[in-house]
Every structure is written in C-alpha cells, then in structure tokens.
C-alpha cells in the first residue's frame, strides 16, 4: 500500500520560512518523480514544483520560484520543499504527489497522493 505522509505545515508570518517533507512508503521511491502541489477552497489544486526520479532536474511554478526549493533524499523516501520569503498568497494545503516515470506539471498525472498539510501565512 502506496502512503505518502506529509509533514512540516504551519502557520507563520509573511517573510518567514518553513520546510515541508512528505515520506514515502509501499513504492520504489526511487523510480517516481514526486511533485509539491497547493490548493485553497474554491480553487483547482495547482502546480508548485517537481523534481525528477533523481533530483536531478525541477521545475517550478512562475509565482515560487526563487523562492522554494525542492530536493529529494532517496535513501530516506523523502522530498523536501523548502520555502522561504513566504507571502499570503502562498496560503493553501499542500499536497506531495507520486508519479511513475517523467515529471510533469499536471495533477492529473500523477497516481499517488498525500493527505495533504496545511501552511497558513499571515501578512
């Protein structure tokens, strides 16, 4: 059984930073590319960053980057999205994402999901 399990959430002030960290268990971790993604109530759940099976190579959304990092430890089953300089906007639960094979910016692509932690930034 797939898990991903996130962690590192919560609130925070505008400037400041967090990290998030989802572990992975039940797959080979290793060969999926793992994504960040955000939603708010009312809203489509959107891209953030991906990292490929390796760490190789990301890829982030126009409005984080610079901002957010993300990193992977495959010995650990973890991928980590360090997040700094965070403004209100950045508000929403944060979901981390498996998929098997490339990355990619599409939810809808991606087969394994978290429950998802919740950053609150207040301005």
């Known amino acids: 059984q797939v898990q991903l399990v996130e962690s590192g959430g919560g609130l925070v002030q505008a400037g400041d930073s967090l990290r998030l960290s989802c572990a992975a268990s039940g797959l080979t971790f290793g060969g999926y590319a793992m994504g960040w993604f955000r939603q708010t109530p009312g809203k489509e759940r959107e891209f953030v960053a991906a990292v490929s099976t390796t760490g190789g190579r990301t890829y982030y959304a126009d409005s984080v980057k610079g901002r957010f990092t993300i990193s992977r430890d495959n010995a650990k089953r973890t991928v980590y999205l360090q997040m700094n300089g965070l403004k209100f906007e950045d508000t929403a639960l944060y979901y981390c994402?498996?998929?098997?094979?490339?990355?990619?910016?599409?939810?809808?692509?991606?087969?394994?999901w978290g429950q998802g932690t919740q950053v609150t930034v207040s301005s």
């Open positions: 994402a498996a998929r098997a094979y490339g990355t990619t910016y599409r939810s809808t692509d991606y087969g394994y």
